[in-house]
């Protein structure tokens, strides 16, 4: 939802911002729609190029507290 109302409120056609974000229209149907069929290349093509940055409150850097090396998040 958040792609579709950044491309809405860029005035964006849904092909006009699949051209400047070098993915396929159906594929950012399927990302506004909150499909998960959709690499996450695309997904990252598709904030890129409307201009959404990821971001996180932590600090990502390792110390006593972190989990080991093996373990996932």
Do not use: H, Y
Request: hydrophobic letters at 40%; aromatic letters at 2%; one cysteine or more.
């Amino acid at each position: 939802m958040l792609v579709k109302a950044k491309r809405t409120k860029l005035n964006m056609k849904l092909a006009d911002c699949a051209a400047l974000c070098g993915v396929g229209i159906n594929t950012l149907s399927r990302i506004e729609n909150g499909n998960a069929n959709c690499t996450l290349s695309a997904v990252f093509s598709v904030l890129q190029g409307i201009g959404i940055k990821l971001t996180t409150k932590e600090l990502l850097t390792p110390d006593s507290n972190s989990l080991a090396d093996n373990e996932w998040v």
